[in-house]
């Protein structure tokens, strides 16, 4: 099945009937809109020379310093307004990264799964993805020394790794306090670069939100950040933040592709963030994703057959399921998109053709009762998906006898339907 | 060649209101993508065509809509079930609401692909061998038994597919034996009946039938030439994938034969105002019937506008035609 396909199955997501598991829409009608729309007004009306001007490359001033702000609340005290560059999400952060260190062939470390729009964007760069095995406490640390010995051993350039340690996407679980470390010393060891992509980290259930990697080292790690999940995804609102040297190159880089980041999103975020209550909003979607993460896997314990298995997320947007020995997500979509429930499968969280028994469920943005109708229908479909393969995986081909050439099969016809055209003419 | 359609009369006379139509496509299925694509096309060449035509989903909407502001017509774009088996047919017959193309009961008819090949076979139409069973089957009596039996009088390669629905999602050819109980798996998550089908080796051809209102006729065939050797879902819908030839590259004799059969296919099923027969002609010029299609594609890459346009017509206009008459008024 080609993506083509999939997204052709995609297409029925968009009507009220289907449960929609796939997606990460934030929730955003969650936002005091009011308060935000008269925000935004103003910005054009009284700002308009400002706001609906060019503006610098490296993005607003005034917002580059409401970003260290926000970067603090997860650790990170050093960072100087200087070395954050804004960029149309932190999707065209990875994009600026990616294009100035790596070149056709390079490689780049990236757990396994990996979020897909980051493998879109190395594979756009012709970079080589190695994945690095991860666990309920996130990426192995053990996994990324034997990956770096392999890359070391087959010549392979390893530009850097890319990782996501808090409320992972697809994964849904977190780097724990003496990974961190154990990841730390090893880039330290093997003179590595960490691209840290966080866009989740403000929005655990449980807990205090752990020390960011670049928070243990200025250097040696790249940090992107992004507004998408704490305030909008519409205004395309992210950042790096960059040692100075490389900076100056993705700002050059930046000018390049979009000239400046947009000056009226830029307003409206920090204007956000220098007047509305913006921690108490990050606690409010944080408090609606929890209530969705509980229905999510309150109803997968009650309802999924025995084989399934899934991750216990803390904070963020997903679930990650194993299905069944023998299931193929994908195969299985069809039928999932037949009974109503949409989810995305595995494979495409790997540049290696892995995951297949594997899916991502979302709860960011469908209701809590159409969360337990959505795991309710896909239950159904799994169990009628492990009734197929009871019939089909025993087949011992090789015992088929010869193949009869030029039978005269006239009389086989369809029993199966034989009934349906005669009342149908 | 003999078949094809003489050209559409011109357009209405101006001073008449023009017809108000609505263009059913989306969908819940599988096809939704590829319908939504068809009836933007539809509308665009109804709009040329000088009629009122507005684009509607088939959902909880569409009824009320349909009473509040009638249509002359209503023009079905919508590809695979509701759309094809014909369900929302019968549904525009109890709300009287006049639609271009077949009626309920042909319809249900030629979207259950074995049954519809065993009323063209009866009728004489040389069709590849075939079985179609429900999942329950292969269950209840083994699969290894019930795939050998198949294997051995079908032969390899195999056609493996869903017994209804379109865009060839969930087929399969199938060359190697290992790889038949995987097939089933994939194409039994389409639906509850597999249709497995001898291979025909051949070149492949859609043939289009059109009735303008004076019995239906065929247009030229288009010869569809896939780059992969697979005319799958990515052929289709993929731009530059496939190479088409309208009119297909056939010997004149052949070129009748083919048109005659897709005419044939359309009356014995009891089609109506249009269809697409898609067959394959083997390398002697045999020319074998696959399905046949209620409510063809009719995307920018789709086989009934090249041969609407191979005939020489423009798509809009023949559309109009059609609704027109369905609408009681003539163009």
Redesign the interface.
């Known amino acids: 099945?080609?993506a083509?396909?999939i997204?052709?199955?995609f297409?029925?997501v968009s009507?009220p009937?289907?449960v929609s598991l796939a997606g990460g829409m934030p929730a955003v009608t969650a936002l005091p809109l009011d308060a935000v729309g008269s925000m935004i007004g103003e910005l054009v009306s009284g700002m308009g020379a400002q706001t609906l001007q060019y503006g610098s490359g490296q993005g607003d001033p005034r917002l580059r310093e409401r970003i260290c702000d926000v970067m603090a609340l997860e650790g990170i005290h050093d960072a100087s307004p200087s070395e954050v560059v804004v960029t149309v999400g932190s999707q065209q952060g990875l994009d600026l990264v990616t294009r100035v260190f790596c070149d056709p062939g390079d490689v780049v470390l990236a757990e396994g799964p990996s979020y897909v729009g980051a493998l879109g964007v190395f594979q756009a760069a012709q970079a080589r993805v190695r994945h690095v095995a991860m666990d309920d406490d996130g990426l192995i640390p053990e996994a990324l020394e034997e990956a770096l010995a392999d890359c070391r051993a087959n010549g392979d350039r390893v530009k850097f790794l890319y990782t996501v340690p808090n409320f992972h996407n697809p994964a849904g679980v977190t780097l724990s306090e003496e990974r961190r470390e154990a990841v730390m010393a090893i880039a330290e060891k093997h003179d590595l670069l960490i691209i840290e992509d966080n866009p989740y980290g403000l929005l655990g259930f449980e807990q205090e939100p752990l020390r960011a990697l670049r928070a243990r080292n200025s250097q040696r790690v790249i940090y992107l950040g992004s507004f998408s999940k704490t305030f909008s995804p519409g205004l395309r609102v992210g950042w790096v933040l960059a040692p100075l040297a490389v900076r100056e190159k993705l700002v050059l880089a930046t000018e390049a592709q979009v000239l400046c980041p947009p000056s009226l999103t830029q307003y409206a975020v920090a204007r956000y963030l220098d007047t509305q209550p913006w921690r108490e909003q990050i606690k409010i979607f944080a408090e609606l994703y929890r209530e969705r993460r509980d229905a999510a896997l309150d109803s997968l314990a009650a309802l999924m057959p025995a084989g399934t298995a899934w991750t216990q997320p803390q904070g963020g947007f997903y679930v990650w399921l194993k299905l069944p020995h023998g299931l193929d997500a994908k195969?299985?979509?069809?039928?999932a998109?037949?009974a109503?429930v949409a989810y995305v499968p595995g494979i495409g969280f790997f540049a290696d053709g892995n995951g297949r028994e594997f899916m991502r469920l979302s709860y960011c943005y469908p209701e809590p009762d159409q969360i337990r109708e959505g795991v309710r229908r896909l239950a159904r479909v799994i169990e009628a998906?492990l009734?197929?393969?009871?019939?089909?995986?025993?087949?011992?081909?090789?015992?088929?006898?010869?193949?009869?050439?030029g039978?005269d099969?006239?009389s086989?016809?369809?029993?199966?339907?034989?009934d349906?055209?005669e009342d149908?003419? | 060649m003999s078949e094809t359609a003489p050209a559409p009369e011109p357009a209405a006379a101006a001073d008449a209101p023009p017809l108000r139509a609505v263009v059913l496509a989306g969908g819940l299925t599988f096809e939704r993508e590829v319908s939504l694509s068809s009836g933007t096309q539809v509308v665009e060449g109804l709009t040329r065509a000088g009629i009122d035509a507005e684009l509607r989903d088939a959902d909880a909407e569409l009824l009320p809509g349909l009473a509040a502001a009638p249509a002359d017509a209503v023009f079905i774009a919508l590809h695979g079930a509701t759309g094809e088996d014909g369900a929302l047919r019968a549904v525009l017959d109890l709300a009287g609401v006049p639609y271009v193309g077949s009626a309920a009961a042909a319809c249900r008819l030629a979207w259950d692909k074995p049954a519809a090949k065993s009323v063209v076979r009866s009728a004489g139409i040389t069709t590849p061998d075939w079985v179609a069973l429900p999942h329950s089957t292969f269950r209840e009596l083994g699969a290894g038994a019930v795939l050998d039996l198949m294997v051995a009088r079908l032969g390899l390669p195999l056609m493996v597919k869903p017994a209804s629905g379109g865009s060839a999602l969930g087929v399969q050819k199938v060359s190697r034996v290992e790889d038949l109980p995987a097939a089933m798996v994939s194409c039994f998550a389409y639906g509850d009946t597999v249709m497995v089908e001898r291979y025909v080796e051949g070149v492949e051809v859609a043939l289009a039938v059109v009735d303008l209102g004076d019995g239906p006729q065929a247009l030229p065939a288009v010869e569809i030439e896939p780059e992969s050797g697979v005319f799958d879902y990515s052929s289709r819908y993929t731009p530059g994938l496939t190479e088409y030839h309208a009119p297909a590259r056939l010997d004149e004799d052949v070129a009748r034969r083919a048109a005659e059969l897709a005419v044939r296919v359309h009356e014995v099923l009891g089609l109506a105002d249009l269809s697409r027969t898609d067959a394959i002609i083997t390398p002697d010029g045999e020319v074998h019937f696959l399905e046949v299609n209620v409510s063809p594609g009719l995307t920018e890459t789709s086989m009934f506008p090249m041969a609407v346009e191979a005939a020489g017509f423009e798509l809009g206009e023949v559309l109009a035609r059609l609704l027109a008459n369905r609408a009681g008024r003539s163009r």
Do not use: C, K, W
């Open positions: 099945m080609q083509s396909e997204r052709a199955l297409s029925v009507r009937e289907v195969r299985m979509q069809p039928r998109v037949g109503h998906e009734d197929l393969h009871s019939t089909f995986d025993q087949v011992d081909t090789g015992s088929f006898r010869a193949i009869t050439p039978h099969a006239e086989i016809v369809g029993p199966a339907n034989s349906t055209y149908g003419r």
